[in-house]
């Protein structure tokens, strides 16, 4: 269906089979852009509720009304519910990436770090084996409880957010490293996040921002989580980049993921989350057999010999500056 109108000029695609389509309009009211404070924006797509605003100042792509998840939609929801060792463990052995060790390296040999939407602590705990003082901030109450108990983290693990932690002792302008892994694209405020964040900051430490990367290739569709109430706010390293700095901030590094690999699996895991969501919440996604075992290890591998053959293809990407996935941008406070 077409519909024009002459004093907004819409244009309207729909396609009946997706519960999202694309739009075009000049929105000009109260709806602000919570990055530049624009009014005039592009509406991109309508999800559910959510209108998905392309700021005509910024680029940023944002959400209205701008309001994410409650505390129980994350603990209900799919990705978030498993809670078992296995699952634990990964996230571990994810810390350990060869991002995450130049990133504590440019902290130096010691300093104070806190992670910021810590999960299970996985962040946390490999830092602390590499002899930092780290602690971490998650409002998900069930994944501090299972980090506390499983990586022995005890209370370096706090329920809540990052301004709770101001009025802890020795918190505020204290530390060397403040980590935003995948955090900002959920947050209703993101400039009160990266606030709260210079202010627990000393003069001179870093701010870590990963989050995924709108500007990316995406031949084969969007992710399915890279939409409300899971995420508010869609990215591009340019626009990161300039929100960021106006807080007090230098721009030290952008780092992009560029694997042809990632593309493979977000065709996997789209039609995984399909498979998964049609399932009845009372079924006990969390039980391991032995066949679940093996299936996860042929995933593991062939995914392995995935990244393996792209190998030549990434190093192409990566040089024309073509990102497949997120971006880790790095700051230092001033």
């Not at 899971?230 to 700095?245: A, C, G, K, Q, S």
């Not at 392995?304 to 230092?332: E, N, Q, Y």
Request: with cysteine; net charge positive; hydrophobic share 35%.
């Amino acid at each position: 269906m077409d519909w024009c109108r002459q004093k907004n000029r819409v244009t309207i695609n729909l396609k009946s089979k997706r519960r999202t389509f694309r739009l075009g309009i000049i929105m000009s009211a109260t709806i602000t852009c919570p990055a530049c404070r624009h009014t005039k924006h592009n509406l991109s797509e309508v999800h559910d509720n959510y209108r998905i605003m392309d700021c005509a100042g910024c680029g940023l792509h944002f959400c209205e009304p701008m309001r994410g998840g409650e505390e129980e939609f994350y603990k209900e929801h799919f990705v978030y519910r498993k809670l078992g060792s296995s699952t634990i463990k990964q996230h571990f052995d994810a810390a350990a990436n060869r991002a995450n060790r130049r990133l504590l390296q440019m902290v130096g040999k010691t300093g104070r770090i806190l992670d910021v939407g810590c999960g299970f602590g996985a962040f946390v705990k490999y830092s602390l084996d590499k002899g930092y003082d780290a602690y971490g901030v998650d409002f998900n109450n069930n994944r501090i409880k299972a980090g506390r108990r499983l990586f022995d983290l005890g209370e370096r693990l706090i329920p809540g957010n990052i301004r709770d932690l101001q009025n802890f002792e020795h918190s505020r302008n204290s530390f060397d490293l403040v980590t935003l892994f995948e955090v900002i694209e959920h947050v209703e405020d993101p400039a009160g996040l990266v606030k709260d964040s210079r202010e627990m900051l000393r003069d001179g430490g870093l701010l870590a921002i990963s989050c995924p990367n709108e500007a990316r290739w995406q031949p084969t569709g969007r992710i399915f989580a890279d939409y409300p109430p899971h995420h508010l706010t869609r990215w591009r390293p340019d626009t990161l980049r300039w929100f960021v700095e106006k807080f007090g901030f230098k721009h030290i590094k952008t780092e992009l993921d560029c694997s042809f690999s990632n593309l493979i699996w977000v065709a996997y895991v789209n039609r995984s989350a399909k498979r998964k969501q049609s399932c009845s919440h009372q079924d006990n996604q969390g039980e391991i057999t032995a066949n679940s075992t093996n299936v996860r290890r042929f995933k593991k591998t062939a995914f392995s010999l995935i990244k393996l053959f792209s190998a030549p293809f990434d190093l192409i990407l990566k040089a024309i500056g073509v990102g497949t996935m997120g971006m880790r941008v790095i700051f230092r406070k001033t």
